[in-house]
């Protein structure tokens, strides 16, 4: 079982930047892995970004690419996913996730949700 704590939303400016956190629990986290999903109102959840279990190898929806990076330091048990030149379609509820089978860009690919923080970019 593993348990995750999103952290770092709010609301910034466009052009701006975040840093948003994902805290697991559990000691077999550095076997996951791991993704960023965001939800839009009125939209559906959608892939953001992913990372591998070793941190080697990444996957950006194509609108975030060369803008976002996600990371992960397995002595913390934390994935991040630093976001720069934020738009106003960029704002969201972000979900990190959790995978068992590796990585993935669809949600039934993940086996653990976190609760979300939203992201809110003005113009």
């Known amino acids: 079982q593993v348990q995750l704590v999103e952290s770092g939303g709010g609301l910034v400016q466009a052009g701006g930047s975040l840093r948003l956190s994902c805290q697991a629990s559990g000691r077999t986290f550095s076997s996951y892995g791991m993704g960023w999903f965001r939800q839009a109102p009125g939209k559906e959840r959608e892939f953001v970004a992913a990372?591998?279990?070793?941190?080697?190898?990444?996957y950006y929806l194509d609108s975030v690419k060369g803008r976002f990076i996600i990371s992960r330091d397995n002595a913390k048990n934390t994935v991040y996913l630093q976001m720069n030149s934020l738009r106003p379609e960029d704002t969201a509820i972000y979900y990190c996730a959790a995978s068992r089978s590796g990585w993935g860009i669809h949600i039934h690919e993940y086996d653990y949700w976190g609760q979300g923080t939203q992201v809110t970019v003005s113009s």
């Open positions: 990372i591998k279990w070793s941190g080697g190898s990444s």
